[in-house]
């Protein structure tokens, strides 16, 4: 079914457009005040909670002044929050500790859970309006990991792309976090050109992204002909290190347009 919409759909040369999610603080401008954050490093916490933190510096912009800063912290299960911590800006190497956000939310060590993610916001005064930023950082408490998780026989399944399929994960040899997937192309009954997908995998924050990889020449396997260089670029993604799996957003394209962004699910066999 796919493949006869697309059929259609490609002749119009699909193009997608972003909804624009930024809010225009009308009433507001000149005095809302928003901090910049610099990367977050390392940008999870693990099950061992004296030993999980995240560090990362905040700054005003040139000319910026407010009356105090707060960081605010949510648990997105239960949407739970509590302020952490007030601060002086700028400051360089703030570190939230676990037991920090424990202490905030009032929750037992018991309750830290593999699978939970904190939400981190920095909230700034100025004449009275405080503005709550966007958030500044997720926080996963992730499980154990190791490298060797990110590579092996895995199957995967898209539903916005209709598609589903086994395919195999395997290391750079001179570096465990760029993946190579083999295996898309073909999976998909289509003739791939031995092209292999690129997973950069970033051990800091969980994160996956990775370059445009054209893995089929043509589309004639699915009655498109006219179309060339079918490529895949990760876009965003995530590794679950507690159910092994990749959520992976890709731009799938070829040279005579887009079909969009969708998302896909890798879990190891």
Known sequence: MKKYFYIIAATLLISISCEDTNENLVQERGAAIVPLMSEVLPAFFTENIEASYVQFDLALSPGDQIDKAEIEVVRARGNKSGILKALSLPVTGLKVTASEILSALNIPESDFLAGDVYNLYVLTTK???????????GIPVVCYFDPSMLVGNYYYESASWDEEGEVTLEADPD????????????????????????????PNSFTVSGPKVIIADDLSDWGLDDYTNHAYEPVSGKFDSCAESYTVIFDITIAQGGWGNFSFIFTKL
């Open 175 to 202: 570096d465990p976090y760029k993946i190579y997937v083999s295996g898309m192309a073909e999976s998909q009954g289509l003739t791939g050109n031995g092209n292999k997908l690129v997973l950069i995998f970033n």
């Open 127 to 137: 004449g009275g309006l405080t503005t709550r930023s966007k958030a500044a950082v």
